[in-house]
């Protein structure tokens, strides 16, 4: 599986911001989607995860505590992308953003170490 990111800029605090992650080969709706940042100085960390596509319209979605409520992750299986929509924007969520993909569940993708493919990182910076 390769990942292409993209959607990153620069917005002032409370604009919105989405995330493309495009993944190649037919093989990456059966993995679970997700997107890790690293700020400056920082470790990479993780954001969100959204299941495999299962045959049914529903997933499985973990966030991290501190995007709950402001950041949506889901995904177009025709197009074999997962989008991260990002609202009301902080300076703290100044980052690069990661897209990232594994075999195992949406719940394991919140270990980084279990991370098996990884696209490119795009710079969001949000301005106070």
């Known amino acids: 599986v390769q990942l292409q990111a993209s959607g990153g800029g620069s917005v002032q605090a409370g604009g919105s911001l989405r995330l493309s992650c495009v993944g190649s080969?037919?093989?990456?709706?059966?993995?679970?989607g997700g997107w890790f940042r690293q700020a400056p100085g920082k470790e990479r960390e993780f954001v969100a995860a959204?299941?495999?596509?299962?045959?049914?319209?529903?997933?499985?979605?973990y966030y991290t505590d501190n995007v709950k409520g402001r950041f949506t992750i889901s995904r177009d299986i025709a197009k074999n992308t997962v989008y991260l929509q990002m609202n009301s924007l902080n300076p703290e969520n100044t980052a690069v953003y990661y897209c990232?993909?594994?075999?195992?569940?949406?719940?394991?993708?919140?270990?980084?170490?279990?991370?098996?493919?990884w696209g490119q990182g795009t710079q969001v910076t949000v301005s106070s």
């Open positions: 990232a993909a594994d075999p195992r569940t949406a719940q394991d993708m919140r270990n980084i170490r279990n991370i098996q493919y």
């Open positions: 080969g037919r093989t990456f709706n059966a993995v679970s």
């Open positions: 959204i299941s495999r596509y299962g045959g049914l319209p529903s997933y499985s979605i």
